[in-house]
């Protein structure tokens, strides 16, 4: 359609107008001056166009249309043809009611004010105000003739003569726009993305009040703050407590920042005509570091922040809480039997290394001829004094069975010097080198030891900058209102179906090998080979590679460490859960601060961190093969969108992963994370010098704490069982099949729409195409399969249909 519309400024230009059958402007092209030319009086069947606002009225004639041309499509909205004042027909399904407007040289304000006062214009009921109908009235916006701010600001005015209810009426019209746009936070994935915005605020909230708590309580010079300081059983329980507590807000930070990371890398589809149109595929409907490479340079900024800051979240978070214990810097004495009975001994330095004094020995000596000692085997001995320290015994009296006629005391020792690497000689063994020699042991016990639970300030300030830097990103990915992107299948295939994909047309049973080889686009007809598809097949090469590097780090290093562990300790035990063994502590350098010591024990989170993004990309490709599979069998079924749905669709919260999924993966990696944390930690370990006789009145003296590593077996074991758990599932789901959508020879095998070597944009574009009498389709339940069946020179063809199909035919080709 053409049209001619003087300028809005009156100037001496004149510019013809052609708009296409979408109500789109094609052309603008200038046309002759006509402004020195006395106005024509207007014929019947031609029409005055004057912009709003106008003075001056500039007479054209344009041809009042009869009916729509045969190509034009119908109006969105439907409203019977109307005669203007001259008896033209106008017909509504090719020009929209504001169009209409302009030509007879209306304003919103004429027009409301016929309205008002009965005119008949108003009786012709043009209202364009009006908000119950699908589409409403609106200031015509030509490319290089904007609107000024000025019209908005006149409709509200009363000079103009427009009333209250006017006015009202065009207010609620604005409310209720603002309302919707609140809506949409509601539903898709708009709707996920608040929901982690929300979450991530609590956990926000909590943090800075932690810190707040914790500067309040902080030592300035020590950096932390001690809010515990007990028993170590009920330390080692507040430890693990807030460690579970921890992983769980880490873990959801990290699932939140990897559903907006597959939001924001999922393309729109102007970004995959580009691609296309270059030979390129992007990934569709699963978290995408390649298309990455093809997306607007602001979300990938987006997506890798908050991905980044999730991941340093987790190793930072299980950092924060710091424990400390203290250990007995324990006392061996090597005597003879006749020790026991009071025999007199010499304590000289050639037999008293360790430094006792003679009121400790004999302090020893008499507690063992009462019977008030600890009877241990030699086993037992070697166990509970060959480590490092001792946190249940003071001193020992080791009973050999050597003979001396000058001194019942062989020698002494200490543990001072011990704590340095796992499996330490510690100062059992510089006594004897001979373990038959001793016959057995005698203990004193020491008094329970305490232990404290600490919370890193400086740490805790860094977590809380990262959840900040979280809210804010995920928080801008909302207000990205244009943004719509193919982040689900229905996404994907109800683009393709509303503009079918030039690329790939001719080519319905495209596979990703053609697409890696670029045969595509070469409108090539094909035989389908039916083949059994297992889930296990979608993902592509590189991220099974990635996760199996993953995995095999995370279960290496777990494995190597319990091996250590039981080699160092004598009896092969499993150290206990969260607490330090003194076999399986490695000694750190002493000016290593405590945050360091914790930062290098929770590295490791950052390897789980990784092996969730990629078990989540294995899963999500699952079920985005399984969820593409099932429009090829059965009953025909609505599309899943991520946005607002049209007809029979339906609006989903998750993207492609399903809820129990997404609950299964947050749950085992939650389990694993707190496990991880009381596997390998960082713990300080302060020897107390504590007087072996009951009658001194020295007191304790505690020495400098050393900084270590401890290892955990059992927590190891139990960290290692929960990744053989991960695998065995992530196994048993790939080896289930695709459902068999063809038959051959009377068998159900193979299912054309199962998407093997992962997703890819080209495949999924070159399935919906459907027949050009399909109208709508993407608003109704659909299927996929066989839609024209070939006769002669022609090839049969499979696509997307709301109507009958059939299964495809290995004996027919398709193009």
Known sequence: ?????????????????????????????????????????????RQTVQWPFQSIATETEISSPTAAPP?????????????????????????????????????????????????????????????HRPHESRAADFEGFPFSNETNSRLGSSDDGLGDEECRHILSGSREKQEKGWRKLLVGWRAGVTLNVLLSFVILVIGFTCLILAISKASLSAGKSVFFAGSCTTASNINWGLHAVINVFAVILLGGANYVFQVLSSPTRTEVAVAHFRKKWLDIGIPSFR???????????????????????????????????????????????SFLNGAPFSNDTSSNSGMLSRLDILSLQQQASRGELVNLTTTECFQEFGGAFSTDFNAALLITNLNSQTSSLVQTSGASASISRIGTSSSIANLTLDRSSIKYCLAQRANEQTCEVALNGSLLGVVALLNLITVATVAAVLFKTSFQPLASL???ITSFIKDPDTTTRGCCLLTKTDVWQGRWGLDDAKYWIPRDHYWFQTPSLPRWLIAMFLWFSCAGLAAAALTLSLLADPGTRLSPFGSASSYTVIRLPAPVPDAAAALIACFPQLLLAGLYLATNSIMTAYFLSHESSLFAIGAARPLRVSADAEGAQTTSLYLTLPRPASWFLITIFVSMGLVLSQSFFAVAIQL????????????????????????????????????????????????????????????????????????????????????PGERELWMKPVSWGSVREGVGMHVSHAAFTAGRKSSVDVSRCYA
């Open 490 to 492: 229905g996404d994907a």
């Open 71 to 131: 190509f034009a499509r119908r109006a969105t909205w439907q409203q019977p043809k109307r005669r203007d004042a001259d008896g033209d027909s106008i017909d509504q399904d090719l020009i929209p009611d504001y169009v209409i407007n302009y030509i007879r040289g209306e304003t919103p304000e004429t027009v409301a004010r016929r309205k008002r006062n009965n005119g008949k214009l108003g009786e012709r009921n043009v209202d364009i105000a009006h908000q």
């Open 291 to 337: 298309n990455l490479a093809h997306i607007e340079n602001s979300r990938t900024f987006l997506a890798v922040a908050i991905l980044t800051a999730a991941a340093l979240t987790q190793v930072i978070y299980n950092a924060v809480i710091f424990t400390s214990q203290n250990a007995v810097d324990y006392k061996v004495v090597l005597v003879t039997e």
């Open 688 to 771: 107390r010098d504590v007087p072996v006789s009951t009658t001194s009145t020295a007191t304790v003296g505690s020495g400098t704490a050393t900084i270590t590593l401890g290892l955990s077996g059992v927590g190891l074991l139990a960290f290692l069982a929960i990744l053989v758990l991960l695998a065995t599932v992530v196994i048993a789901l790939g080896c289930r099949r695709a459902p068999p959508a063809g038959g051959v020879n009377g068998q159900a095998v193979g299912n054309p729409m199962a998407l093997p070597a992962g997703s890819c944009s080209a495949v999924i574009s070159a399935r919906c195409h459907a027949q």
């Open 1 to 45: 359609m053409e049209i001619v519309i003087p300028p809005r400024d009156h100037g001496p230009s004149t510019f013809r107008y052609t708009w296409d059958e979408n109500g789109e402007v094609q052309q603008v092209t200038r046309v002759r001056d006509e402004s020195s030319t006395p106005p024509k009086r207007p014929v019947r069947g």
